[in-house]
């Protein structure tokens, strides 16, 4: 009896103490135990109470398979695990998942333990991005893309239980609302006016044939800069696209350069035909390079012959041509304004990117009734509710034209009536 009470371990308090427990020399709390594979681990607490809670969890975790030699680890420490081991994505795609999390996650949040970070940690890393940085929430939804593949790799290595990030965009986009602005696609009218500017100005008219073959087959702008020679059939009157030409910091001693990738899903491999006047486009593309005396000299991954090329014979950069566009802009409003002046509500061209080309090209197909398939198959979209979104804005537009042009008539009837 003398002896089981001197192997008794009490506390400053008088509480009994379990196997591996004990009181540390400032007061708090520490449980020690050894797992199967020989190693010993420990855990901390301000109270016996809040000690043995976390003793409950540990034996709980044990049996669940959670492991528990991750206590310390942050969560840029799973990120640098997940970098090394992560396959299957395009290295441009891996290369902008790396800048969003070191330019906004780590130095900051990646910093906690990932053992302790709770959905409540999440959404206010998130408000802060939002309300700190004014961050929009598109922007946002780009970190979360990575940040969610992080914690649900620890999910699947066992070194926590849950993704705190499931579905948290979710409740941000209820939050602040989805604040990214709906894309819009050129009027018929801004349509002919952007063309007939390329067309009148000799200036400006060297950009004609890749802006008109942009706005006819509703390609990409690294679809159509990535171009070949080779992947038009000017007698069959088709286009192949095959692959698209990225470019982005690729991380290495050579820094930002132009890559050929496949496109993202397969459904972006696709045959294109060609319009009457996408056909004149490129025969005008070619007529100009002659003239001008430019062919290709550039190769990108053992791709070259490129279609549409700069001065220097090497590929066009995206921005280039979004450069060009808003200069297009600028000097075709400024000769309607001159021409028309304010008062009379002249049409005007908008702040537009290559990108709405694309969007154009799609809103006037499901004008013209085209088959929703035919869109998506022509267009690449991988997912049909992509090109349903477009056709749905399409016909809701048209239905409201159709309405206000019936009221007119309406109008007009009762003007009949009342001068009758």
Known sequence: M????????????????????????????????????????????????????????????????????????????????????????????FKNYIYMYETFVKPTFGKKRITT?????????????????????????????????????????????????????????????????????????????????????????????????????????????????????????????????????????KGCYFSINTPKTAAGCRVIPMTKGVKEAFLMEKAYQEEAEIKSVGTVDGYHDFIFINKDGNVQHYGTLNKAIRRIIRDCNDEVLEMYGIDSDPILLPDFSCHTLRHTYATRLCEAGINIKVIQDVMGHADIDTTMNIYIDVTADLKKKEITTFDSFMEGQKDKDESA
């Open 117 to 253: 970070v709770k959905r409540s940690d999440v959404k206010r890393f998130y408000n802060r991005l939002k309300e700190d940085r004014g961050m929009k929430v598109s922007t946002i939804d780009n970190v979360h893309n990575v940040l969610y593949q992080i914690f649900q790799f620890a999910v699947d290595d066992d070194m926590i239980r849950a993704n705190p990030t499931s579905k948290m965009m979710k409740e941000l986009r209820i939050s602040y609302g989805n604040d990214s602005e709906k894309r819009k696609a050129l009027t018929v009218e801004q349509q002919k006016l952007f063309l007939s500017f390329l067309q009148r100005h000799p200036q400006y008219s060297h950009w004609y044939p890749v802006f008109y073959i942009m706005l006819y087959t509703g390609m990409r702008v690294g679809e159509v800069t990535g171009l070949r020679w080779n992947d038009i059939d000017l007698e069959s009157e088709e286009i192949e696209v095959n692959h698209t030409l990225v470019y982005y910091n690729h991380r290495d001693e």
């Open 2 to 93: 003398a002896n089981t009470r001197k192997n008794v371990r009490l506390d400053s308090k008088r509480v009994r103490l379990k196997k591996g427990e004990g009181q540390r020399s400032n007061g708090t709390y520490e449980f020690r135990w050894t797992t199967k594979d020989g190693k010993r681990h420990s855990i901390y607490a301000a109270t016996l109470e809040q000690l043995r809670e976390k003793e409950t969890q540990v034996v709980i975790d044990e049996h669940d398979g959670i492991r528990n030699d991750i206590t310390s680890k942050t969560v840029n420490d799973v990120y640098e695990l997940w970098v090394e081991l992560k396959r299957g994505i395009k290295d441009s795609t």
